[in-house]
């Protein structure tokens, strides 16, 4: 598996034979900061390398317990641009973590934000039909009293499977994904942490990042996407990855 860095606005990628350090740096207010690798650079969605079955192994550490923005690791279609603008319908399958002010309500009893296993399936809406439609439900959850229907409604035609990984994220620990096409079993130092049903089925790319962004979803209907100052530098750091 060939991986792409990808370095924005001074993060920062750096390679060795024992793994990977992923570097976001003192970042001020509304500017964008990313460290990232990826095996589908310059490829459309249609090309990209992985369907089910996939086993992802890895180990990975952070230098803060609760990091300012996102970081994570697996499949997903890159549907979004850095504003939040939505290019597809999301599909992932990946261990991922947000930081407040995040609040993406996607799995009901789950908490918007924090370190997760999660799926979600949004299927394969044509792009052209997507944005007017996610424009539409937008302006619609305005309406006072329709914001949290809307959501309900969104969650049901956008299944999503969550589990929230309740240890620090500065301790090592050893993650596995099984992606299938049936199921996806998600492992944490050999324990299952999540069995989410009905997964994506691709084509997906790999992705490993840490970056300075929120979103928000709220069960409520409020919608947003933005940037968090880093007020230190802090690091994603990954050993032993595997793709198979």
Request: charged share 15%.
């Given at each position: 598996m060939l991986l792409e860095p990808s370095e924005i606005n001074g993060g920062r990628v750096l390679v060795s034979d024992a793994g990977a350090r992923?570097?976001?740096p003192i970042t001020p207010p509304h500017k964008y900061t990313n460290a990232?690798?990826?095996?589908?650079?310059?490829?459309?969605?249609?090309?990209?390398?992985?369907?089910?079955?996939v086993k992802l192994s890895l180990r990975?550490?952070?230098?803060?317990?609760?990091?300012?923005?996102?970081?994570?690791?697996?499949?997903?279609n890159d549907p979004f641009t850095i504003s939040g603008g939505v290019l597809a319908a999301p599909n992932v399958v990946w261990f991922f973590y947000a930081?407040?002010?995040?609040?993406?309500?996607?799995?009901?009893?789950?908490?918007?934000?924090?370190?997760?296993?999660?799926?979600?399936?949004?299927?394969?809406?044509?792009?052209?039909?997507?944005?007017?439609?996610?424009?539409?439900?937008?302006?619609?959850?305005?309406?006072p009293g329709l914001g949290a229907p809307?959501?309900?409604a969104a969650r049901r035609a956008a299944p999503a499977h969550e589990k929230l990984l309740d240890f620090p994220l500065t301790e090592w620990h050893h993650y596995e994904l099984d992606w299938l096409e049936q199921e996806a079993v998600f492992r944490v130092d050999g324990a299952e942490v999540l069995r989410a049903p009905a997964p994506p089925r691709g084509p997906l790319g790999f992705v490993l990042w840490m970056d300075?962004?929120?979103?928000?979803?709220?069960?409520?209907?409020?919608?947003?996407?933005?940037?968090?100052e880093v007020k230190e530098e802090q690091w994603l750091e990954v050993a032993g990855l595997e793709v198979r």
């Open positions: 992923l570097v976001t990232q690798l990826d095996d589908y650079a310059g490829k459309r969605r249609g090309q990209f390398p992985h369907q089910p079955p990975a550490r952070a230098s803060h317990a609760q990091p300012v923005g996102t970081l994570g690791f697996g499949f997903w930081s407040p002010p995040s609040n993406m309500a996607l799995a009901e009893g789950v908490p918007g934000y924090g370190w997760k296993a999660a799926t979600l399936h949004a299927g394969k809406y044509p792009t052209v039909l997507l944005a007017p439609a996610a424009l539409a439900a937008i302006a619609l959850t305005r309406v809307i959501m309900a300075n962004q929120y979103a928000v979803a709220s069960r409520e209907g409020r919608f947003g996407f933005g940037v968090c």
